[in-house]
């Protein structure tokens, strides 16, 4: 079992820029994919990025991509997402997630990949 704790979010303006953080936290001896995801009001869960275990492969949704960098701390247990250039649309409760995996280096994009969540963060960009 991992437990995940997301921190950073607030309120900000378009265009402003801000860093969430995830830690993790039990069993973190094991190698562990990470993603980011959203659930905007009134709407499902939403992939936003994804990160390897080593941190060597990523990706992104569209909507983030040149926007959004997502990266990981292996010793300190921890993943970031850092978010520029925020939109209004970028509102939303932003959730960490982590799926164990065994010699896969690659990234999940799935809501149903994952087996660990936080509780979320939320984030609101005002325009």
């Known amino acids: 079992q991992v437990q995940l704790v997301e921190s950073g979010g607030g309120l900000v303006q378009a265009g402003d820029s801000l860093r969430l953080s995830c830690a993790a936290s039990g069993r973190t001896d094991s190698s562990y994919a990470m993603g980011w995801f959203r659930r905007a009001p009134g709407k499902g869960r939403e992939f936003v990025a994804g990160?390897?275990?080593?941190?060597?492969?990523?990706n992104y949704a569209d909507s983030v991509k040149g926007r959004f960098t997502i990266s990981r701390d292996n010793a300190k247990n921890t993943l970031y997402l850092q978010m520029n250039t925020l939109k209004p649309e970028d509102t939303a409760v932003y959730y960490c997630?982590?799926?164990?995996?065994?010699?896969?280096?690659?990234?999940?994009?799935?809501?149903?990949?994952?087996?660990?969540w936080g509780q979320g963060t939320q984030v609101t960009v005002s325009s």
């Open positions: 997630a982590a799926r164990r995996v065994r010699n896969y280096s690659g990234t999940y994009s799935v809501v149903e990949d994952y087996d660990y």
């Open positions: 990160i390897g275990w080593s941190g060597g492969n990523t």
